[in-house]
């Protein structure tokens, strides 16, 4: 393997990671925005767990529609990706409740 394939194919899966990210954020955002109309004090903390919930559930189903044939590793590495916001602001959060008792 030469290093431009090595470096194009680390370029590609960083890539698919980083799109996933940003598709978190984005995805944590938008929660927070739907919720601040409703739950307006609360929104903040109820948008991560939101996004994080929505998260687990589009999992869920590419877990089921890929039964038996295993799944694509660039969907992996985006889930991977799309994971890091929901979970680490859900992770803050906790964490936040429980100290400020």
Not at 39 to 51: C, D, M, R, S
Not at 81 to 91: L, S
């Amino acid at each position: 393997m030469s290093i431009s394939n090595s470096a194009s194919t680390w370029l590609r899966y960083s890539g698919q990671v980083v799109l996933g990210l940003l598709a978190g954020a984005i995805l944590t955002i938008v929660c927070v925005a739907v919720a601040a109309p409703f739950l307006f004090t609360v929104a903040v903390a109820v948008g991560p767990v939101l996004a994080f919930v929505i998260y687990l559930v589009a999992v869920i189903i590419g877990l089921i529609r890929s039964r038996g044939r295993g799944m694509n590793a660039a969907w992996v590495r985006f889930f991977v990706g799309m994971c890091a916001v929901p979970a680490y602001a859900t992770v803050i959060l906790i964490d936040w409740l429980i100290s400020s008792r």
